[in-house]
């Protein structure tokens, strides 16, 4: 049992909302693929799933063990493992997971556990690298990869992706649109020498924004989107927050003129001041970086500042101005744009704020 007093609210009509929004962009016959690796996104994989089970085609996870939790929660979708580890391959069968292949070493390994248990027709997936230099086959691997291919009934291969370096970066469009050229190239000579026609997929969210007509294939991957970011602050405006993070004031302290707060006498109080000790930390998710008034939070619809040093378990604010008791309630992460602002003055992106919240943070649904 979770007895932590913060919580994280997670908003399952937000996320529906954001689904269907990005749904209403694509053709009626393209799939919808949602990936709920790193907890969903810090969020909670598990029931982000159950909620999409039956709203989408296809998940995702990064790891093994991402995807047999899904499975163990009743999650009877394909689950892509983006990141298969050879040592795990008879547990992945186990449960009926589908690998990510991308080189020559992982394949020849999967096929001979496949063979290994008679499979036959086991879906596997085929990545190749079009630009962005960190996992995938390469053109060049094509002709000896569909021999290989064709030789095989333990395992079928049922899409073929690519990921796109800089998807929401409109400077790198040329550099985008590249890609894309070099991935229908590549498919083109793929399912011509394989023989017949895997899914087809290259688009995440900013993909869907900003390359929709040219590269929206047959199915399309929606990870940070469902949670109500979009790859601007103008296409985040018409996304709905789904993550809210939340904690209450744990002590009230008077602080004098020349008294310091927290660890290092990190803040020096340069008149009396009123401060909040809330029960959150960077064991919880909350970097370093926003301690010393860097980050802030919301009491009564009004910003407090953090001071002093971020502690593992705690961050000390300043009410002074805030009229509040112990035990009212706080807001750590408000919504899309006060985790955007967080972000900037930690110098990181809203990915890292919302995937570092911590699994002792007790996740409450709702739906309003």
Sequence with gaps: MNNHITKLEINLNSLEFNLNYFKSKLKSTTKTLAVVKAFGYGSSAVEVSKFLADKVSYFAVAYLDEGIALRKAGIINPILVLHPVISNFEKLI???????????????????????????????????????????????????????????????????????????????????????????????????????????????????????????????RLGIGLYGFGNDDKETSKLKNVLT??????????????????????????????????????????????????????????????????????IMIDITNIECEEGDEVIIYKNQSHIEDLAKNANTISYELITAISQRIKRVLIKS
């Design 94 to 220: 186990e449960y009926q997971l589908e690998p990510n292949i991308y080189s020559f070493k992982l394949l020849n390994s999967f096929l001979a556990c496949a063979e290994k248990f008679s499979l036959n027709n086991y879906p596997i997936h085929i990545k190749f690298n079009t630009g962005l230099n960190r996992l995938g086959f390469d053109k060049k691997d094509v002709s000896k990869l569909t021999e290989l291919l064709k030789l095989q009934t333990s395992i079928k291969v049922t899409s073929i992706f690519s990921h796109i370096a800089a998807s929401e970066d409109l400077n790198e469009r040329n550099f985008t649109l590249n890609q894309i050229s070099n991935f229908k190239a590549i498919s083109n000579e793929f399912i011509e020498k394989l023989g017949y026609a895997p899914i087809k997929h290259m688009l995440n969210t900013s993909g869907i924004i900003n390359y929709n007509a040219e590269a929206q294939f047959d199915m399309v």
């Design 245 to 314: 993070l939340k904690s209450i004031i744990s002590q009230i302290h008077t602080v004098h003129k020349g008294d310091s707060i927290g660890y290092n006498r990190a803040y020096i109080a340069t008149k009396t001041i009123k401060s909040a000790t809330i029960p959150i930390g960077h064991a919880d998710g909350i970097s370093r970086q926003l301690g010393n008034k860097k980050g802030y939070i919301y009491i009564n619809d009004k910003k407090a500042p953090i001071i002093g040093n971020v502690c593992m378990d705690m």
